[in-house]
């Protein structure tokens, strides 16, 4: 079947085409492009019109209250890079619009086989001409810098002159919204640095004003007919407007390829000769570059399809959610994976927890190269999370920021984001699954242990002893509704499963004799790792006797509940309608903070102690965040409680597809994408890998008569398949593999092997 998203015949609302702007957007992990109208929204329309580079940014001030050391005064933030979107046709000097004149057919498309978008429109002018237009997008996975839109007119009731206008603008503004804190300021941070016209191409090059970083964008068209074409360039504006204008006979059809090149001084050393290197190698090769996207394409889908059989639209929110994970991961260890991929400009491109917690799995378990590259990123900026950890007065080991890009912290209010010390927990987590999944010791030398023992190392300067238990006070969990407090149980439990990883990784150096040289270089003393293993001993993980639950924290079980039930509907999220301290001083959860633990960590707690616990947070959990609904489905099928799983699989699975959240028009919700993929993969199928392996608890939920997924283990490639009869699971190539399927090992001794349970 076809993995295509498509809408017809729509109401051409503000609403919608903000919404649109997002959901068809393209994007390659390098570089993203909203699915913005070509000729321009309709007048009072709010528009993000943006293109965005992975990791290229500017540093823009942040307001504080008071001026008190260490807190975040600029930040990073993501930048529209350039307009090359802009096409404009008039029809014997009618101009085509959506707002005026008559849409009389119109679509959008998603076509994630092809890897391309369409907007198809069929319009009838006010003076009565009738065209055809076609807008297919793209964003190319093998030429990274490069996008194109592909348009065609066709006069369908008249022949006569056709005007095309296409600019490239090199000087654009940050969306901004005065409302809402998750997106940024506004403004424009980018100043000419020269413009290159060559003939019938456009060079034209920015650079920021604080962070120094350079980039440069190229614009070159193909016509499939002869027309007259002109260039002008506007040093004011530092924009390129070229112009075609030909006769059209009815039924004929133009053809214009718009090619667009960007090239920044983060991976280029020359931008501008980048990109005139770039275009040379594209232009005139557009049906090539097609048939590159579809065989790229082919090769992702065939190694990380996720499959439901028995509700199509669960099918295609799923296929949709994945390709979203595609489009949004950075491939060259020099960026990673913003909140809102590189779709819109909400939290400004920043990086979070989200990455390695809900999108690393994915790439960990159906792409392992990209997932090392997602996990350089982290390495390449160490040395900033050990520059922060001085700054937050630990004298040893790295904390690595809440948000950042390129390393800094780019979080303005404490308490809910430098506070939330886990996500040192969270990269340990993502390192060590790497590991166990794919045995990639060359990393675990390199990097990965060291970033196992720079974060263990501040656990131990947070932590302190208190009768015979380690406990780590003053932090904030997952949960942004309860904030800066004393043995957060998540916290603890991630810092716990860190320090005994990072000696788990030392031992793993020792047997390959690369120990030594690596202690040496890194002053690990004599004892240190001992002190990890005693604090991961003693850590302590809270527990109510009367209640019978693991409290999310110290206090949280002394403060009164919440009534969610007499909350208005339109009072969600609580955090835009209520100040924090009123929200910090009663039970109320934004998401999953201590069920979140159970999710990850195998054995923690008797599975009646996580059910009371489950039950208890269920009523006291608001969803407002997106990273929620996919995590208790996730709980719930390790409870067994199927039905309840199912519910909040749906609820995760069309979050964006369906704006549930109000707030898709900002960009895609990617870690919720992620989310969906773990509540199918660790969910309902209930993989683990151990350090003895795979092994499988799988499901079959009842709507459903049927799932797959293939993943890879130890370069090995298997396919998981359950039905009405039953699972089984395949080797499709790499050597033997032994794995455990409801609760019974077996060995997959060669490719084509199939164990059946």
Same mark, same amino acid.
């Given at each position: ?382 040395? $900033? =999370?050990? #520059?922060?950890?001085?700054?937050? +007065? ?11 890009? &390129? %390393? ?95 000696? $788990? =990784?030392? #031992?793993?150096?020792?047997?390959? +004799? ?11 003393? &004599? %004892? ?230």
């Amino acid at each position: 079947m076809a993995r295509v998203y498509r809408i017809e015949n729509f109401p051409i609302t503000p609403a919608a085409i903000q919404v649109q702007e997002t959901l068809f957007h393209n994007a390659n992990g390098y570089l993203g492009v909203r699915g913005t109208l070509e000729e321009g929204v309709p007048a009072g329309t709010d528009t993000m019109r943006g293109t965005y580079i992975n990791g290229f940014y500017d540093i823009v001030p942040m307001k504080q209250a008071e001026k008190l050391y260490g807190l975040v005064e600029d930040k990073e933030s993501m930048l529209n890079a350039a307009d090359a979107q802009t096409i404009r046709f008039t029809l014997e000097g009618e101009r085509f619009s959506m707002a005026e004149g008559r849409v009389l057919e119109i679509e959008r498309a998603l076509d994630m086989d092809a890897g391309t978008t369409l907007r198809r429109v069929v319009w009838r002018s006010s003076g009565g001409r009738e065209a055809e237009f076609r807008f297919v997008r793209m964003a190319s996975f093998d030429w990274p810098s490069l996008f194109t839109i592909d348009c065609a007119v066709t006069p369908l009731n008249f022949s006569g002159k056709i005007e095309i206008e296409s600019t490239h603008c090199a000087l654009v503004r940050n969306y901004s919204s005065p409302d809402d804190p998750r997106l940024g300021e506004g403004g424009c941070y980018l100043h000419p640095d020269g413009q290159v016209i060559d003939g019938d191409m456009s060079f034209l090059a920015a650079r920021t004003g604080t962070s120094g970083l350079a980039l440069c964008s190229g614009v070159a068209h193909d016509l499939s007919l002869p027309a007259d074409a002109r260039i002008a360039y506007d040093e004011a504006r530092h924009e390129a407007a070229f112009r075609f204008s030909l006769r059209l006979e009815q039924g004929q059809t133009l053809r214009l390829t718009k090619y667009a090149v960007f090239c920044d001084s983060i991976r280029e050393s020359d931008p501008l000769e980048a990109s005139r290197r770039e275009m040379a190698r594209s232009r005139g090769r557009i049906d090539e570059v097609y048939r590159a996207q579809r065989e790229y394409l082919a090769r992702f889908w065939e190694s990380a399809e996720v499959s439901i059989s028995g509700n199509d639209g669960d099918d295609r929110s799923m296929q949709f959610n994945l390709y979203q994970l595609l489009q949004a991961a950075g491939r060259d260890g020099k960026c990673s994976i913003a909140a809102k991929g590189l779709s819109g400009e909400g939290y400004e491109g920043h990086y979070f927890w989200d990455t390695e917690m809900y999108m690393m799995p994915f790439f960990t378990l159906a792409m392992p190269n990209l997932a090392r590259k997602l996990l350089g990123y982290r390495y390449a900026i160490l040395d $900033k =999370a050990r #520059e922060n950890a001085r700054i937050l +007065g630990h004298k040893k080991g790295a904390l690595y920021p809440w948000r950042t890009i &390129a %390393g800094r912290e780019c979080g303005g209010y404490f308490p809910s984001g430098t506070a939330q010390y886990h996500i040192d927990g969270d990269i340990a987590y993502a390192v060590a699954a790497y590991y166990l999944a794919t045995g990639d010791l060359d990393y675990l030398k390199a990097q990965g242990a060291e970033i196992l023992l720079e974060t263990a190392r501040l656990w131990i300067d947070v932590g302190c002893w208190y009768k015979g238990n380690f406990r780590i006070n003053d932090v904030t969990g997952p949960d942004e509704y309860t904030c800066i407090v004393n043995n957060n149980y998540y916290t603890n439990a991630c810092a716990h499963y860190n320090l005994r990883w990072a000696v $788990k =990784a030392a #031992e793993i150096l020792k047997t390959e +004799g690369a120990f030594d040289a690596w202690a040496a270089r890194l002053n690990v003393a &004599a %004892g240190e790792l001992e002190g990890f293993t005693k604090a991961a001993d003693a850590m302590f993980l809270p527990y109510d006797e009367g209640v019978g639950i693991n409290p999310q924290d110290d206090s949280f079980l002394q403060k009164p509940v919440w009534d969610l039930a007499a909350t208005p509907a339109e009072n969600h999220p609580l955090l835009m309608h209520y100040h924090p301290l009123h929200l910090y001083r009663y039970q109320v959860c934004k998401q999953a903070d201590t069920v979140l633990a159970y999710c990850l960590f195998d054995g923690i707690e008797s599975p009646e102690v996580m059910r009371r616990s489950f039950e208890y947070y269920e009523k006291i959990t608001t969803h407002d965040s997106s990273l929620s609904n996919c995590i208790f489905s996730i709980a719930a099928c390790r409870l067994g409680l199927k039905d309840k799983a199912l519910s909040y699989f749906g609820d995760s699975l069309g979050l964006d597809l369906l704006n549930t959240h109000h707030n898709t028009k900002d960009g895609v919700h990617t870690a919720n994408m992620g989310g969906c993929y773990m509540a199918v993969v660790q969910g309902f199928a209930g993989l683990r890998i151990g350090e003895d392996g795979p092994s499988l608890d799988p499901f079959l939920p009842e709507k459903w008569t049927g799932y797959r997924f293939r993943f890879q283990y130890r370069g090995s490639r298997l396919q998981f398949a359950m039905d009405k009869a039953g699972a089984s699971v395949t080797l499709l190539e790499g050597s033997a593999v032994r794995l455990r399927l409801k609760g019974a090992w077996a060995v997959l001794d060669r490719p084509g092997a199939v164990v059946k349970g």
